[in-house]
């Protein structure tokens, strides 16, 4: 079976400042990880994703993250956020096979000025 | 290109009435999946439809189905409404059922009462 924990559900931080945000998969086989956000009432947009070659990946709106496969993790981080960065963010994984991606419970990012 | 679009934006139904909901996805997608986003949580897998025909499905009961048409658009069909089933509903269209590149459209709201 295969889960996502994103460990924070609110995360706020000042404008300017660099900020992460976590994400635990668990699973028994090779995994496939992706980051995405919600604008509110919106729908989902990919930020970034994992899917083989370097650990370290860069996604759009200066967002990167690196898979961590001993530590299971797949973290977001941005080195300096803007208000416009307010969003929810959702890590999600499908494992190798699956025809389904599992999201986490999310992040609400909020941007203070 | 036109990105996926959903209809209707909100709804308000009944308990114990169906609703339908639609989505027309990108151009040159031939797979749609739909998602249940309940309030403060992470989109759940519905089901996938391939070539009009079910490709996958999540943890959701019979009263839970689908159609996909040959211009390729959906419709998830909810019986016998149930206040929990008030939630936003995604669809996300991909190419030959890849969930590596899925564009998602910006939701219907429903509320169940």
């Known amino acids: 079976a295969q889960s996502v924990t994103q460990l924070d559900s609110q995360v706020p931080v000042f404008e300017e400042a660099p900020v992460e945000l976590r994400c635990n998969y668990s699973?028994?086989?090779?995994?496939?990880l992706f980051w995405y956000v919600q604008y509110p009432n919106q729908g989902l947009q990919l930020l970034l994703k994992?899917?083989?070659?370097?650990?370290l990946v860069k996604g759009i709106n200066g967002f990167e993250a690196e898979f961590n496969k001993s530590q299971t993790s797949f973290h977001l981080r941005k080195p300096s956020v803007h208000i416009s960065d307010t969003a929810e963010y959702f890590c999600?994984?499908?494992?190798?096979?699956?025809?389904?991606?599992?999201f986490g419970t999310g992040t609400r990012l909020t941007v203070i000025p | 290109e036109t990105g996926v679009t959903q209809s209707p934006t909100h709804l308000i139904k009944t308990r114990g009435q169906q609703v339908t909901l639609r989505c027309s996805s990108q151009?040159?997608?031939?797979?749609v999946s739909w998602y249940q986003q309940a309030l403060g949580q992470g989109p759940q897998f519905i089901f996938q439809?391939?070539?009009?025909?079910?490709?996958g499905r999540g943890n959701f009961p019979p009263r839970f189905s689908g159609l996909q048409f040959p211009n390729y658009s959906s419709e998830l069909n909810v019986n016998a409404l149930e206040l929990d089933d008030s939630a936003l509903y995604l669809c996300?269209?991909?190419?030959?059922?890849?969930?590596?590149?899925?564009?998602f459209g910006p939701g219907t709201r429903l509320t169940v009462t």
């Open positions: 996300a269209s991909s190419r030959d059922r890849t969930l590596y590149e899925q564009y």
């Open positions: 699973s028994s086989v090779s995994v496939y």
């Open positions: 994992y899917l083989s070659g370097s650990t």
């Open positions: 999600a994984v499908i494992s190798t096979g699956a025809n389904n991606l599992f």
């Open positions: 151009s040159g997608h031939n797979t």
């Open positions: 439809y391939y070539r009009e025909e079910e490709n």
